[in-house]
């Protein structure tokens, strides 16, 4: 008998332990999913990986990846580098597949010009804050690419400017 007991409650012991509500996922672990996504995503335009970076977009439409990189490559912006490319990053909400963030995000412009001896490059630092939608494809979070032309847009940022 005592072994049908001790049986009966490792069985419903193990059941308990198998069948029991997985926790959620905490905030924080969201945050920083949303977050890496964004970075990762800003990383690729930084670094001319244009191909990739249209992978990488939700809500495409009927751009084709040859329109995308044809008009991402006229763009002298680029996110900045390092601690400058986001900042302030928040999750306003979320819900199954979307989510909505806010973020400052560190744009460089380079402005080729020539002076009198020799041609110079100079590189503009501006910050936009903006808020921008995620969507979830499979587990991959993913940017809009409306929000990428935005910011790749010359005259998108206005908020502040610091030279090189």
């Not at 990053?89 to 909505?100: C, G, H, Q």
Request: neutral net charge.
């Amino acid at each position: 008998m005592k072994l049908h007991v001790m049986i009966v409650s490792c069985t419903i012991y193990c059941l308990l332990v198998l069948c029991a509500p997985v926790a959620p996922v905490s905030a924080e672990t969201d945050r920083l999913q949303l977050a890496n996504a964004m970075s990762a995503t800003l990383d690729l335009w930084r670094e001319n990986w244009i191909e990739q970076l249209y992978d990488r977009l939700a809500h495409r439409g009927a751009i084709s990846k040859e329109q995308f990189a044809e008009r991402m490559r006229g763009t002298s912006i680029r996110p900045a580098c390092c601690w400058q490319k986001m900042d302030n990053f928040k999750v306003l909400s979320e819900r199954d597949a979307e989510a909505t963030v806010s973020a400052k995000i560190g744009l460089e412009e380079t402005v080729f010009f020539n002076n009198r001896t020799t041609p110079r490059e100079l590189t503009a630092l501006e910050y936009s804050t903006r808020e921008f939608k995620l969507i979830r494809e499979g587990v991959v979070w993913k940017m809009q690419l409306e929000d990428i032309y935005s910011l790749s847009s010359a005259g998108a940022v206005k908020k502040s400017q610091h030279n090189h």
